[in-house]
């Protein structure tokens, strides 16, 4: 059976930085492709941040430069470093693997002013 359980999420203030993660079991994250999306109410998921499996990595216009996306193929996690944070910044945040469709069940990061 495969898990995705992100963890990190939290109230930080502006500036602040925040580091999620996303665990897997059931599958390997090293041989595909993993994405951070975030999502808004009542608005679109929006991709963040993706990792291929040779390490490559892109990231949404908004994020560059304050964010980071990486892995470590021993503990089977993904992470997502947020600097510089906004109250832009204030989604759900997901893991998402992309082959397989499967979702994580989000981790919530607030930013207040």
């Known amino acids: 059976q495969v898990q995705l359980v992100e963890s990190g999420g939290g109230l930080v203030q502006t500036g602040g930085s925040l580091r999620l993660s996303c665990a897997a079991s059931g599958i390997d994250f090293s041989s595909n492709t993993t994405a951070w999306y975030r999502q808004a109410p009542g608005k679109q998921r929006e991709a963040v941040a ?10 949404a216009a908004s994020v560059k430069g304050r964010f980071t996306i990486s892995r470590d193929n021993v503990k089977n996690t993904v992470y997502l470093q947020m600097n510089s944070l906004n109250p832009k910044a204030t ?4 893991c998402y693997r992309i082959r397989s469709n499967h979702w994580g069940q989000g981790t919530q990061v607030t930013v207040s002013t």
């Open 50 to 59: 993706t990792i291929m499996s040779g390490g490559s990595t892109n990231y």
């Open 91 to 94: 989604d759900v945040y997901y």
